[in-house]
């Protein structure tokens, strides 16, 4: 391959959104190689290991180590590659609902915002209660989604 067509670490660091200290960390643990290093110690890489990064850097984003990572890499065989990556996509996609949720009850606060002032006691007593109660049932499903043993909620009564 051309050196015109090799991307400096810098360069590729920045495609990729990330950082050259990264790109070093992952060379230095055979998880990510560049494609050419010269006598002079600096590190190329081609448009086509963008791929390859972005999904070592997705399977950084959802807590995998290093370890777990050349797991993934170093599996040849599609099927069994697949057949990993279904847990993987069970996670993201709860973590995907968890997060639909989060911004759900966020986007309702923000509606419902209103300053307390001039409110009667007992009002804001009320609507902090049904608050909480929603929170505590929220918190309940995604401990009863990731199985969780229920005993951590448990200090809340309905």
Do not use: W
């Not at 230095?28 to 070592?56: A, C, N």
């Not at 759900?104 to 007992?122: G, H, P, S």
């Amino acid at each position: 391959m051309a050196n015109d067509k090799l991307l400096s670490i810098s360069e590729f660091a920045k495609l990729a959104g990330t950082t050259r200290r990264t790109l070093i960390f992952y060379d230095q643990k055979d998880v990510f190689k560049p494609m050419k290093i010269e006598e002079t110690g600096y590190r190329y890489y081609s448009y086509e290991q963008l791929y390859q990064i972005g999904f070592i850097l997705g399977l950084r984003d959802i807590g995998l180590s290093v370890e777990e990572i050349k797991d993934y890499l170093g599996d040849s065989s599609r099927d069994a590659l697949n057949k990993k990556l279904i847990p993987l996509k069970n996670k993201i996609e709860l973590r995907i609902q968890n997060l639909k949720q989060i911004l759900a009850i966020l986007r309702q606060k923000e509606n419902d915002n209103f300053q307390l002032t001039d409110v009667d006691f007992y009002v804001v007593k009320e609507f902090f209660y049904l608050v909480t109660t929603f929170c505590v049932r929220i918190l309940r499903l995604i401990v009863l989604k990731q199985k969780l043993p229920l005993h951590i909620v448990s200090f809340t009564k309905n």
